[in-house]
């Protein structure tokens, strides 16, 4: 007689109806998140990056007078010659920071620097490239010239009154820029989350201790050190957890005492030593937990008290995709950023991909130009989740909707080049 064994989804299976899309999971991340509303007051210095929680309205015009943009010499423009040659008497010299102090009148003209301000009598600059320098102070110049060139007009760049950063937008250097040539020294800004992260498995070890059979080293505390510290945000590392659902529940709630973000990796599937969803389902609420990606398909999603808590999977590579995806979309909403994803570019794949429909596959891949300034891709090598050295040589994400059924060489893919994974 045959054995019918029957068996539920696993990981390697291409379709869970348990599971959600991608889609699904971001809409419900996101929608489910509210900014923090607490701010702080920094030197601008210390305001890179982080969310504006003020409107900031100019004081003053930018430039605050008229100046030149060439080193050359300023001239009134009824002394340009319509054609011809003209020839003016330069009766002094306007530097920047020091204003020339006296009238200039039609056919003469003052030797100017550039920022230096406009002199009065003058509304035009004609470059030094442009002029023949004659003996006794005296130059030549042709025809061809219109009156205003060269000249940057007070307010040009901002004007007295105008807002020059609203009120929710991410400082970055030119804000920072414009902030201190409006004299403004400090910024209210809203306050970093806080983000609290730890391992699960009672099979790893700390780097500075030597492994014993079937022990393996952290990886992943690094990797998410690493992620996390290229955002602004504030760290606390909890270290190793064992697999205990009393230790996990104590992590746990200490962590969402200060966290507003709580992450773990491992111990999140269904084998015998996977608490964190039923731990999680004891002190707090679960949002979903499977999620059709490949790799990291079991994510558990869900809150503790005031703390977001999201459950990564243990595999290196898994933990890696799911955080560039999901967990970036969760700080930023949490910070107060607009929202945002990494563009896709079209890529001509230079070999087979293979893949099962029914979970959307990011393949870690090497982007590179054609001869036609074409993109083209090629995997890593392997791609198990396991493979973390396939991240560390990609410079990019090869994307897989759910419903693709493989790809042939030669054929256009999505790609999505790395910024700061």
Partial sequence: MKTIVNTTPGCADPWDVDSISVDQALSQITDSISALQDCEELPIRDCLGRISSESVISPINVPGHANSAMDGFAVPAQSLPEDGVAELTEIGTAYAGKIFDGLCQQGECVRIMTGAVIPEGTD??????????????????????RAGENVRYAGEDITEGETVLANGSKINPAD?????????????????????????????????????KGEIYDSNRYTLHGMLSQLPVDIVDLGVIEDDPDAIRTALLKASQTADLIITTGGVSVGEADYIKPVLEDIGE???????????????????????????????????????????AAIRKLSGAPAWQAPLVKARAMQDLRKKAGRHEFLRGIASTDANNGWQVEK????????????SRANCFIVLPAENNGVKQGELVDVQLFDHI
């Fill in 380 to 391: 890593t090598g392997m791609q198990g989740s396991g493979i973390l050295t396939s991240m």
């Fill in 124 to 145: 035009t600059v004609i470059m030094q490239e442009q002029v023949d320098q004659l003996e006794n102070k005296t130059i030549r110049i042709g025809a061809g010239h």
């Fill in 176 to 212: 920072l820029g414009i902030l201190a040539s409006l004299g403004i020294g400090s910024l209210k800004v809203l306050r970093k989350p806080v983000i609290a992260f730890f391992s699960t498995g009672d099979e790893l070890v700390s780097i500075d201790k030597p492994l014993q």
């Fill in 286 to 328: 679960i949002e979903f937990w499977k999620i059709a990606i490949k790799p990291g398909r079991p994510l558990t999603y869900g809150s503790i008290g005031n703390s977001i808590f999201m459950g990564l999977p243990g595999n290196p590579v898994a933990v890696m995709v799911t955080f560039s995806l999901f967990v970036r």
